[in-house]
T-cell receptor, first 110, second 114 residues
Framework: DAKTTQPPSMDCAEGRAANLPCNHSTISGNEYVYWYRQIHSQGPQYIIHGLKNNETNEMASLIITEDRKSSTLILPHATLRDTAVYYCIVRLNTGNQFYFGTGTSLTVIP | GAGVSQTPSNKVTEKGKYVELRCDPISGHTALYWYRQSLGQGPEFLIYFQGTGAADDSGLPNDRFFAVRPEGSVSTLKIQRTERGDSAVYLC????????????FGPGTRLLVL
């Protein structure tokens, strides 16, 4: 089973920052946090991942709390094309599979 | 470069038939994964290949499902005696290999069993 908890849905105004939370209270010390998103009828798209430090790339920023029990994905300027289901995943250290859960359905509103 | 490709994009079959779904991973990626996604759910792991061998097939639901990767590149997911409950999107992903490598997904094959 997935070891993450996400709100089922969120709205965000176009041009504003979208902040998507994720709880992973049972995360182990060497497990990474990954974020993917899935736009309707497409395969999941990699966004970002991190272990302890905050990370930023051209798509988003990932903020991980100091105790690593939760994280937030930040889309700095949401556009209509960012409407998708966002999955927060904790990577098991005993295998290579991802457990996706049901994710957060983000709707960007014009 | 080219991403992960999957064929066919859509497959309609009748209950009891045999189907094969193909995945072409990103060139040079040694790890390959199959997932299944039902409507309204996140993808669920089926099987993982490292090279030619299945390193983890714990997600295969029963012995009607089988996958191969004979040359360590292209993989085929095979479903025998299909059932209506097998209807789903079958996703393939590949990665460079290793425990923490990012997986890159294909567009999926939408299977409908009538």
């Amino acid at each position: 089973d997935a070891k993450t908890t996400q709100p089922p849905s969120m709205d965000c105004a176009e041009g504003r920052a979208a902040n998507l939370p994720c709880n992973h209270s049972t995360i182990s010390g060497n497990e990474y946090v990954y974020w993917y998103r899935q736009i309707h009828s497409q395969g999941p798209q990699y966004i970002i991942h991190g272990l302890k430090n905050n990370e930023t790339n051209e798509m988003a920023s990932l903020i991980i709390t100091e105790d690593r029990k939760s994280s937030t994905l930040i889309l700095p300027h949401a556009t209509l094309r960012d409407t998708a289901v966002y999955y927060c995943i904790v990577r098991l250290n005993t295998g290579n599979q991802f457990y996706f859960g049901t994710g957060t359905s983000l709707t960007v509103i014009p | 470069g080219a991403g992960v490709s999957q064929t066919p994009s859509n497959k309609v079959t009748e209950k009891g038939k045999y189907v094969e779904l193909r995945c072409d991973p990103i060139s040079g990626h040694t790890a390959l994964y199959w997932y299944r996604q039902s409507l309204g759910q996140g993808p669920e792991f089926l099987i993982y290949f490292q090279g030619t061998g299945a390193a983890d097939d714990s997600g295969l639901p029963n012995d009607r499902f089988f996958a191969v990767r004979p040359e360590g590149s292209v993989s085929t997911l095979k479903i025998q005696r299909t059932e209506r409950g097998d209807s789903a999107v079958y996703l393939c992903a590949s990665s460079l290999g290793g425990a923490q490598e990012t997986q890159y997904f294909g567009p999926g094959t939408r299977l409908l069993v009538l």
